[in-house]
Each structure stands twice: as C-alpha cells, then as structure tokens.
C-alpha cells in the first residue's frame, strides 16, 4: 500500500516529536483514557504510540507490565522503550499488530488512522487484539477548525500559496461522524463520539516557529521545504493572524473521538 502523505515526516525523533506535536498530545491522552474507561486491573496497548504520550497517561493507570505500545518509527519506538521500562515496545503498523489475539482490555489508537494507510484493517486488527467486550477507540484533530495551531499553519501557508497541501483537505477523520462509521463497519457496538479539547501556551512566536522547522508532520514537512522568502512570508503571515502578539499566547486543539466495545 502506498504511504499516506505526511506518514513519513514522523520518522523524526522523540524531543522533537514532543516540541511540535507532544504538547497537544499529551494533554489528550489524559481525556482521551478517561473516554475509553481506562482504569487499574486492564490491559492496554497503544497503537502508533509516538514517544509515548498516550503510553504515560497508560502506564500511570495500569503500571507498565499491563502496557503494550507499536508504531512503525524506529525513532519513536526507541524514545518510548527508554522513557517507559517494563513497556512491551515493538515496531509494527497499524494494520499488522505484532500482538496475539484477545490479549488486551483495551486497544487505543491517539492521532493515528488518518495518516494509516489501511484504515479499516487497522480498527479491525485493534479489535483482534482486544477481548470479547473490550474497548477499542481513536482519535484524530479536527482540521478544519478544531485544531488552532495547525489551521493556523495552513492558512498562512495557503495565503502564501493556494495549493499548499492543507491537512483540511488532505487527511481523513478529522469530520463528524467519520470515526464512528469506521467503527461500526468492523462490527464494534455502542460507538459513542466525543470531542476533546486542550490547550498549549507558547513563550513567544519564535517558540511556535521552531517547532514548525523542525520539519515534524505534514506542517513541519512543508515549512521547511519552502524556500526562504516563502518562508518569511508565511512566518508574517502566522504573525498577523495572531495579532502580533510580543509574549505568551495559547492555542486550542479538539479532536473527534470514538469509542466501542467488541462483540461479546
């Protein structure tokens, strides 16, 4: 299957994973567990884990024996392993889970299935894994509005340039609905949709404009591939609709979000 765009900018490592997209990340991971009942006594794995956002809030929950974590990056599977001993860390993809069937209470896939090539092959792989009554549950950014500093990179970047490849129009399941019907067309039951809001606070502009170079992401691929007039354009740009602030500033994030339990 050919990868979906964007997948491949995440071969990145984890420092830089956490200063461009880690600060979101694991703000949703604590809603994101509380969504999908996670509690003591369960067995969880996250699938496409990262560095581990998702894998912390986990291994808080049910200490890292009862943790399992896959993604295809090496870089990503090595900064997990070394943050979270006693983790199960192994490299895998989505659809392909290197885990035996009905091993785990709970399979959670946080800002994943829209950059899986096989969508549906990996929300039925995640409900292999899980027992019969489990939970299985995903969630992407709404990229259309929800998610403030990404909407804000690409409309900077549009205005730069109209056929910038803006996520809005590029990714998937970032739209009502869509992860729900994702759900169900694998046969899960009691899918219930959600949104999760969170926030980060940057020092400066200067703080969110090397996050955007360190080339991280679809955004961070495509900023750093402009040459360097585009890319003082598109930093005013940023500057401006943000109203020039001289200090601190703070950007929301919402994503839409799924849950559902496997046949019994």
Sequence with gaps: MEPVPGARSFEADGEAYDAFMG?????????????AGVAAGQRAVDVGCGPG??????????GPSAVAAVDPSEPFVRACAERFPG???????????????ADRDVALAQLVLHFVSDPAGAVSEMARVVRPG??????????????QMLR??????????????????TLRFGRPGEIPALLEAAGLLEVEESTLTVES?????????????????PAG???VSLPATA????????????????GPFTLSATARCAVGRTPS
């Design 23 to 35: 600060r979101y990340s694991r703000a949703l991971a604590v809603p994101f567990a509380d969504a």
């Design 53 to 62: 956002a998702l894998t912390r809030v986990l291994v808080e929950r049910l």
């Design 87 to 101: 983790v199960d860390v192994r490299r895998g993809r989505a659809e392909s889970l290197p885990l035996p069937g």
């Design 134 to 147: 489990g939970v299985v549950g995903a969630c992407v950014w709404d990229f259309a509005e929800g998610m």
């Design 152 to 169: 804000l990179y690409w409309d900077a970047a549009l205005a730069a340039d109209p056929t910038a490849p803006d996520e809005a129009r």
């Design 201 to 217: 606070t940057y020092r400066d502009v200067d703080e969110l404009w090397s996050a955007l170079l360190l080339g991280v992401g």
């Design 221 to 223: 691929s495509h900023c």
């Design 231 to 246: 890319q003082h354009r598109v930093r005013r740009e940023i500057e401006a609709r943000l109203g020039r602030p001289s």
